[in-house]
Nanobody, 112 residues
Framework: QAQLVESGGGVVQAGGSLRLSCAAS????????IGWSRQVPGKQREYVAS???????NYADSVKGRFTISRDNAKNTVYLQMNRLKPEDTAVYSC??????WGQGTQVTVSS
């Protein structure tokens, strides 16, 4: 069964950095666009960033210039480097593959 597992969440002060990882198993990893989305309880899920199997990246306007998505196909892992974090970045961050396989999510909390 295909699986995605996120890690790297935590608590950080505003202006700080975190790097999230999304490790995939039992999928043809380099065939999938892998993305990150985030959700705050009571609010709609929000797209954050995505990267195609060939490395083409896209970002939400709210994170452009602060977040960087990358992938290591040899390790079946996608990373989300988050810099200059803001309190409004606080959410549960989940990765997904092809829009059909989802991880369990990791909490990111940015304190002011």
């Amino acid at each position: 069964q295909a699986q995605l597992v996120e890690s790297g969440g935590g608590v950080v002060q505003a202006g700080g950095s975190l790097r999230l990882s999304c490790a995939a198993s039992r999928i043809t990893f380099n065939s999938y666009t892998i993305g990150w989305s985030r959700q705050v309880p009571g609010k709609q899920r929000e797209y954050v960033a995505s990267i195609s199997g060939q490395g083409t990246t896209n970002y939400a306007d709210s994170v452009k210039g602060r977040f960087t998505i990358s992938r290591d196909n040899a390790k079946n892992t996608v990373y989300l480097q988050m810099n200059r974090l803001k309190p409004e970045d606080t959410a549960v961050y989940s990765c997904y593959a092809g829009g059909v396989i989802w991880g369990q999510g990791t909490q990111v909390t940015v304190s002011s």
